[in-house]
């Protein structure tokens, strides 16, 4: 049941309900024109992903700045964005399903949408699918770049596949999805480039022996918001698919030599509770802010620790400086930024000190 905004524009940030899913403009629109400026001399497109802000404006908003597209990984946030006019939509992921195919080719008459595939069976199935809606959907081939999780082996069998799609009526070889995820959040620039180095290299070598059999790829896509600079080096990506910049979480501040993009996203909590000495309690626990990858941090406040986590509550310790009131709003930095913005209904914009605009979290629970 989507939730009525919990401040209106206009509005002092202390006024905001909360907890509050909470934007500072400022450190948004920087992360926006940071990564615009970074790839404008690169050749290079943004397709931005959404999975991270299941937001069709703030999809719209990436796009003005240069984005080719988005990125989606379930068919749900596809229709999310395509009905709220976003034109260009690959799903960077595997969709199995009858129903689900349906559903994404019935999205080719209002949008161009792609989707990706690592094995002959659902390519059979894009194609059916495709028949029944009398669309041509383009399909990209994702490659096992070293994540060890989806993607068909690079080589031969990747150029098997990428000719079985191409040979269909229905379908049309759209080019390699090769992302590496298990290098974002790796710690150390000397791990990351390691890994990204092979990924480089076996994508490369895949599309040297694709246009050997005559296919070329019009999208070669990939790279996060922790190593996307090296994708970029390696002059072999056309697709640049970050999503976190825009928001950054805590996670990402832990690695050495971190993005160049600032914090902006926060989970606003209440001051619930200081009926204990050295804590406070917030009404940010589980299922305000995820702890998949590692507890919350307290913005701006380095005297206090959230330290533990329960349904409803946030227990912080008070390690210098005074407890804070009973009331006091604090901004909490999320470990894992995307599945936070899929526990709330709204943004809400604020803009030195004051609520300037609310946008839907348009694809939220997008799950199917």
């Known amino acids: 049941?989507?939730?009525?905004?919990?401040?209106?524009?206009?509005?002092?940030?202390?006024?905001?309900?909360?907890?509050?899913?909470?934007?500072?403009?400022?450190?948004?629109?920087?992360?926006?024109?940071?990564?615009?400026?970074?790839?404008?001399?690169?050749?290079?497109?943004?397709?931005?992903?959404?999975?991270?802000?299941?937001?069709?404006?703030?999809?719209?908003?990436?796009?003005?700045?240069?984005?080719?597209?988005?990125?989606?990984?379930?068919?749900?946030?596809?229709?999310?964005?395509?009905?709220?006019?976003?034109?260009?939509?690959?799903?960077?992921?595997?969709?199995?399903?009858?129903?689900?195919?349906?559903?994404?080719?019935?999205?080719?008459?209002?949008?161009?949408v792609a989707v990706c595939a690592d094995d002959a069976e659902q390519v059979a199935a894009i194609e059916a699918a495709a028949e029944a809606a009398g669309v041509r959907i383009p399909v990209l081939v994702e490659i096992d770049c070293g994540a060890a999780r989806c993607g068909v082996e690079p080589g031969p069998p990747a150029v098997a596949l990428a000719e079985r799609i191409a040979a269909s009526?229905?379908?049309?070889?759209?080019?390699?999805?090769?992302?590496?995820?298990?290098?974002?959040?790796?710690?150390?620039?000397?791990?990351?480039?390691?890994?990204?180095?092979?990924?480089?290299?076996?994508?490369?070598?895949?599309?040297?022996?694709?246009?050997?059999?005559?296919?070329g790829?019009?999208?070669?896509?990939?790279?996060?918001?922790?190593?996307?600079?090296?994708?970029?080096?390696?002059?072999?990506?056309?697709?640049?698919?970050?999503?976190?910049?825009?928001?950054?979480?805590?996670?990402?501040a832990r690695n050495q030599d971190p993005p160049p993009f600032r914090q902006s996203l926060f989970v606003l909590a209440t001051v619930m509770s200081r009926s204990i000495p050295g804590v406070c309690v917030v009404?940010?626990?589980?299922?305000?802010?995820?702890?998949?990858?590692?507890?919350?941090?307290?913005?701006?406040?380095?005297g206090l620790r959230y330290a533990s986590a329960s349904d409803e509550h946030g227990k912080i310790l008070v390690e210098d400086g005074a407890t804070p009131a009973l009331g006091e709003k604090l901004r909490l930095t999320p470990g894992h930024c995307d599945p936070t913005v899929d526990r709330y209904d709204w943004y809400v914009g604020v803009r030195k000190g004051r609520v300037e605009c609310l946008w839907p979290v348009s694809a939220r629970g997008g799950m199917a």
């Open 1 to 112: 049941m989507l939730q009525p905004p919990p401040a209106e524009p206009g509005m002092r940030e202390e006024e905001v309900d909360t907890p509050a899913l909470l934007l500072d403009l400022d450190a948004f629109e920087h992360n926006l024109d940071t990564m615009a400026a970074i790839l404008a001399p690169t050749g290079a497109k943004l397709r931005a992903h959404a999975k991270t802000h299941k937001s069709s404006v703030i999809a719209g908003l990436q796009i003005a700045r240069g984005a080719v597209g988005q990125c989606v990984q379930k068919v749900a946030e596809a229709e999310a964005l395509a009905w709220g006019g976003i034109p260009d939509i690959l799903v960077s992921n595997q969709v199995v399903g009858a129903r689900k195919l349906a559903r994404l080719a019935a999205l080719a008459r209002i949008t161009k």
């Open 283 to 302: 009404d940010a626990g589980h299922k305000a802010v995820p702890t998949d990858s590692g507890l919350p941090l307290v913005h701006g406040r380095p």
């Open 169 to 215: 009526r229905h379908l049309r070889f759209g080019g390699l999805q090769s992302y590496q995820g298990s290098a974002q959040h790796k710690r150390t620039p000397e791990e990351r480039a390691a890994a990204i180095g092979h990924a480089a290299e076996v994508t490369r070598r895949t599309v040297e022996q694709l246009a050997q059999r005559g296919l």
């Open 217 to 252: 790829c019009d999208i070669v896509g990939g790279a996060g918001t922790g190593t996307f600079r090296l994708e970029l080096e390696s002059g072999v990506y056309t697709e640049i698919q970050a999503g976190s910049y825009a928001f950054m979480d805590a996670d990402y």
